[in-house]
């Protein structure tokens, strides 16, 4: 059992940063992977971000390349997104999650654990 703490949520302006952490706890040699998705009200969950805890691999959905940088902190079992630029479509509900296995980064339903979720704002 892996379970995942998110933080760094808040209200920031157009144009500015925020970084996102999840610190992972429990059995996180199980997971291979982890990831970042988001929940804007009345939208689906989508795929943010993700990346692999040994290689360092990564992978970005469209919307976030370029502009989101996702890192991990192996000592501390962390995972961080550091998010600039940001525009009031990036408000929703942030969730850290973790899976087993490679691949199919992208798809929600392959992961197994999740956090609470941490709310991110952004004013026009």
């Known amino acids: 059992q892996v379970q995942l703490e998110e933080s760094g949520g808040g209200l920031v302006q157009t144009g500015g940063s925020l970084r996102l952490s999840c610190a992972a706890f429990?059995?996180?040699?199980?997971?291979?992977?982890v990831g970042w998705f988001r929940q804007a009200p009345g939208k689906e969950r989508e795929f943010v971000a993700a990346?692999?805890?040994?290689?360092?691999?990564?992978r970005y959905a469209d919307s976030a390349e370029g502009r989101f940088t996702i890192s991990r902190d192996n000592a501390e079992n962390t995972m961080y997104l550091q998010m600039n630029s940001l525009k009031p479509e990036d408000t929703a509900v942030y969730y850290c999650a973790a899976k087993r296995g490679v691949g199919l980064l992208t798809t929600q339903g392959t992961y197994e654990y999740w956090g609470q979720g941490t709310q991110v704002t952004v004013s026009s």
């Open positions: 429990g059995r996180t040699a199980s997971s291979d992977a």
């Open positions: 990346i692999y805890w040994s290689t360092g691999g990564t």
